[in-house]
C-alpha cells in the first residue's frame, strides 16, 4: 500500500466533506474492493518486469546491470536504446503481452526444441464464459491452420486422453507455478514442445476474450441459425446495443442478427442460464431457480462453493440430492473482473449518490469504464468493469501455439511472435514467423506459396437442439452398498463419502441415516475415468479430485480433467504398482498410501516431498499392515481390510475398529 491508498482515504474523506458530490468537475478517485491495487513505483514495476522475462536474474542488481537489461529489453523489443527507464520503455512494460519469458525459458521444466512427429493432438480442457463454446472452438482451430498452413504439421482434436497440448483457461492461479494477474497484464502462456505440461497452453479468465472488436453475442435458437447478433438493430422502432428481453414474457433475452427485426425478422436468444449451461455434468440443461446447495436456497448462479470463481447454477432443484450442476454464460452486458466477475451491469446503479444510466469512468484514474451489478454501489459495492474489444482469441492463441511448437518470442514488432498484444483485422502470417517455424518442421511437400484464401470464415452452425439427446442408461436398482463385501475406494468428496465398485458408486452424506440407494455410473460424472478406481481424495485448497488406478492417476476440477498420467511423474518409486488409500490435509499435501509404504504428496507441483517413503506402521500404529481404502473422513484417519475398517483420530490414535457396512453405510443388521 503506497500513494495509491493514502489517495483513496483521502478521497473518501473528501466525499464525506462535500455530502453532495455531482457536478464536481475534478473526478474522485476511489479504491474500489477486490482490484488487484498497483502501488508498485516505476522502478518496482521496471525490476519485476526484468525480473519476470528473463532480461535479468535475483542476483544480479546492481545498476549497471540494470542498465544492461533495460538496454537488451529495448533492444529485444525494437525500442529505442536509451538504457535508462524513459517514457517508451515504461509504455511498453504496461502493454498487455504474453506471459512467455523473452530470454530464456520457464525456469522449472525444460522443453524441447521441437516435436518429433508431425501429427500433433491437441484437446480443450475448459472454455472461457466470454463466448460460445462453438465460437471457442473455431478460434482455436483457425489458429492451428496458421502454422499447418505453412509446415507439414497436422492438428487433430481430441476429447480424452493425453495429447500434445493441453488447452485451458484459467484464473490467477491455475496450477502451474506462473499465476496470471487478472484483467489486462498477462494475456495467456504456453510452454515448449515435451510430455506433460510442455506443450500445453494457458489463457488468463480474468481477459474479455473476444475476436477483438468487442462483445460477440453467438445466439442460438430463433430462426437465424446460430449467426452472430447484429448491434443496434431496431425492434419496434427502437435502438438496442445489447440484446434484450423487450416482447417477450418469459424473460430470455434476445437479439436480431441483421440491423433490423421489423424489417427481416431475423433473431436468435443470446446467452443465458434460463437457456443452458456449458461444461459440468448437464450436458447443457438450463438452470433450475430456485435451487438447494448445502441447505440454501439460491435464486441465481452463484459462485459459492468454488475457488477459481466461476459462476454455476444446479440443473435440478435440489443441488445436494441430485448433484447435477453446469457453468453459467455469460450475458452479453457480463462485466470482467472487479468483484463480480461475470455478473451483468446493472441499469440504473447509484455511485457516490448519483444515478447511472450506462457505464462510466467516475472514480477512476486510468479512465476505465465500469458499472455496478446491483442498483446501488453505495450500499453492494459490487463492480467490475464493462466489456470493451476484449483480446481476440484466435490471435493470442495463434501466438500461443507458436510456443507450443517449439518458438520463440520475436524482435520484429508486425510477427505475430512478438510478446505484445495487437489487434490486426486482416492476419497474415510474418515471413518472419514463417522462417521460424519452418527452419524448425520444413515446408512440407504441400504447394507454396499458398493460393489466396477467404479471410472470413464463416462460423460452423449446428441445427438448434433444445434438449439433451442422450440415451438414458438406467442402472440397475437392485445393486445393493450393502451387498459389496470389499469397496474399490472410499472417499470423502464434496462433503459426502463416495463408496465405489466395478464402476458404479454410492454416496453418503453426514446426515444420512440411512444406506444409500441408487448408484451412479463413475462414467457419467467423471467421463474417461477406469470402472475401477484405487483411491480418490479431493485437495481442500483447490477443490481438485485426483483419482488413482494401477499405475494411472487423473485430476478432475469442476471445469476439466487432467490424465490419466503416469504415477511414475509424480516420482514415485519405480516398483510401485498401485496407491492403495489417500487422503489430502489442509496444508497443501496429500498422503499416499500403498500397504506398508506411504509417501507425501506436494499438490502445487505434483512432486513427492524428500523423505519418503516413511513406514506406515511407524506412524499409524496398530492398523494393518496391507490396508486398503485408506481415507479422511470428518477429522478422524480411516485404514479398511477386507470389510472391516481401524479408525485413527488426528493425534494418531486407535480408537475405533469397526465394520464398513453396519458402522459406515448404516446397513441393516440381520
Ligand atoms: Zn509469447
Ligand atoms: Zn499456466
Redesign the pocket.
Known amino acids: 500500500m503506497g500513494e495509491l491508498g493514502v489517495l483513496a482515504i483521502v478521497a473518501i474523506l473528501c466525499s464525506r466533506g462535500h455530502s453532495v458530490p455531482t457536478n464536481s468537475k475534478t473526478p474522485l478517485s476511489i479504491t474500489f474492493p477486490g482490484e488487484i491495487q498497483s502501488s508498485m513505483t516505476n522502478a518496482e514495476l521496471a525490476e519485476r518486469y526484468l525480473l519476470q522475462f528473463g532480461y535479468m536474474t535475483q542476483e544480479q542488481g546492481s545498476n549497471v546491470t540494470l542498465k544492461n537489461a533495460l538496454t537488451l529489453m529495448q533492444q529485444k523489443l525494437g525500442l529505442t536504446r536509451t538504457g535508462v527507464l524513459d517514457t517508451e520503455t515504461l509504455e511498453a512494460m504496461r502493454r498487455p503481452r504474453c ?1 512467455f519469458p523473452d530470454i530464456g525459458k520457464f525456469n522449472t521444466f525444460d522443453g524441447d526444441l521441437k516435436w518429433d512427429h508431425n501429427d500433433i493432438t491437441y484437446r480443450i480442457l475448459s472454455y472461457s464464459p466470454d463466448l460460445d463454446p462453438e465460437v471457442i472452438d473455431d478460434a482455436f482451430a483457425r489458429a492451428f491452420k496458421v502454422w499447418s498452413d505453412v509446415t507439414p504439421l497436422t492438428f487433430t482434436r481430441i476429447y480424452s486422453g493425453e495429447p500434445d497440448i493441453n488447452i485451458l483457461f ?1 484464473p490467477e492461479d ?3 507455478p ?1 499465476p ?1 494477474d487478472g484483467k489486462d497484464g498477462l494475456l495467456a ?1 504456453a510452454y515448449p514442445p515435451g510430455p506433460g505440461v510442455q506443450g ?1 497452453a ?1 489463457f488468463d479468465e480474468d481477459e474479455f476474450w473476444t475476436l477483438g472488436t468487442g462483445t460477440v453475442v453467438k445466439t442460438r435458437f430463433g430462426n437465424a441459425e446460430g449467426a452472430l447478433c447484429h448491434f443496434p438493430f431496431i425492434f419496434d422502432g427502437q435502438s438496442y446495443s445489447s440484446c434484450t428481453t423487450s416482447g417477450r414474457s418469459d424473460g430470455l433475452p434476445w437479439c436480431s442478427t441483421t440491423p433490423s427485426y421489423d424489417q427481416d425478422k431475423k433473431y436468435g436468444f443470446c446467452p443465458s442460464e434460463l437457456l443452458y449451461t456449458y461444461g459440468g455434468n448437464s450436458e447443457g440443461q438450463p438452470c433450475v431457480f430456485p435451487f438447494i446447495f448445502d441447505g440454501v436456497s439460491y435464486n441465481g448462479c452463484t459462485k459459492e462453493g468454488r475457488q477459481d470463481g466461476y459462476r454455476w447454477c444446479s440443473t435440478t432443484a435440489d443441488y445436494d440430492q441430485d448433484q447435477k450442476y453446469g457453468f453459467c454464460p455469460n450475458r452479453d452486458t457480463a462485466v470482467i473482473g472487479g468483484n463480480s466477475q461475470g455478473e451483468p451491469c446493472v441499469f440504473p446503479f447509484t455511485f457516490q449518490g448519483k444515478r447511472f444510466n450506462s457505464c462510466t469512468t467516475d472514480g477512476r484514474d486510468d479512465r476505465k469504464l465500469w458499472c455496478a451489478t446491483t442498483s446501488s454501489y453505495d450500499q453492494d459495492r459490487k463492480w467490475g468493469f464493462c466489456p470493451d474489444q476484449g483480446y481476440s482469441l484466435f490471435l493470442v492463441a495463434a501466438h500461443e501455439f507458436g510456443h507450443a511448437l517449439g518458438l520463440e518470442h520475436s524482435e520484429v514488432q508486425d510477427a505475430l511472435m512478438y510478446p505484445m498484444y495487437s489487434y490486426v483485422k486482416d492476419f497474415q502470417l510474418h515471413e518472419d514467423d514463417v522462417r521460424g517455424i519452418q527452419y524448425l518442421y520444413g515446408t512440407g511437400s504441400r504447394p507454396n506459396p499458398n493460393p489466396p484464401k477467404s479471410t472470413k470464415k464463416p462460423l460452423a452452425t449446428k441445427s438448434p437442439r433444445r434438449t439433451t439427446t442422450r440415451p438414458v442408461r438406467p442402472v440397475d436398482p437392485a445393486q445393493d452398498a450393502c451387498k459389496v463385501e470389499k469397496f474399490d475406494a472410499i472417499a470423502d468428496l464434496q462433503g459426502a463419502l463416495h463408496f465405489f465398485k466395478d464402476g458404479l458408486y454410492w454416496t453418503l452424506t453426514p446426515r444420512s441415516k440411512n444406506a444409500p440407494q441408487n448408484p451412479q455410473r463413475i462414467s457419467d460424472t467423471w467421463p474417461g475415468l477406469p470402472s475401477r478406481i484405487d483411491t480418490a481424495f479431493q485437495d481442500p485448497t483447490s477443490k481438485s479430485i485426483f483419482f488413482f488406478s494401477g499405475l494411472k492417476f487423473w485430476q478432475y476440477t469442476a471445469t476439466s480433467a487432467l490424465g490419466p498420467r503416469s504415477i511414475e511423474k509424480l516420482g514415485l518409486n519405480k516398483d510401485v504398482e498401485s496407491i492403495m488409500g489417500s487422503f489430502a490435509r489442509d496444508n497443501g499435501k496429500a498422503l499416499l498410501f500403498n500397504g506398508e509404504r506411504y509417501w507425501r504428496l506436494n499438490l502445487k507441483t505434483l512432486t513427492i516431498d524428500n523423505g519418503y517413503p516413511r513406514q506406515t506402521a511407524a506412524d499409524y500404529p496398530g492398523v494393518p499392515g496391507d490396508s486398503h481404502d485408506v481415507f479422511l473422513y470428518q477429522g478422524n484417519y480411516y485404514f479398511c481390510q477386507d470389510q472391516y475398517f481401524w479408525r485413527v483420530t488426528s493425534r494418531k490414535q486407535q480408537d475405533m475398529v469397526g465394520y464398513v457396512s453396519y458402522d459406515l453405510l448404516h446397513c441393516p443388521q440381520n
Open positions: 506471459g484459467g491455475h496450477g502451474d506462473y496470471f502462456h500445453d494457458h
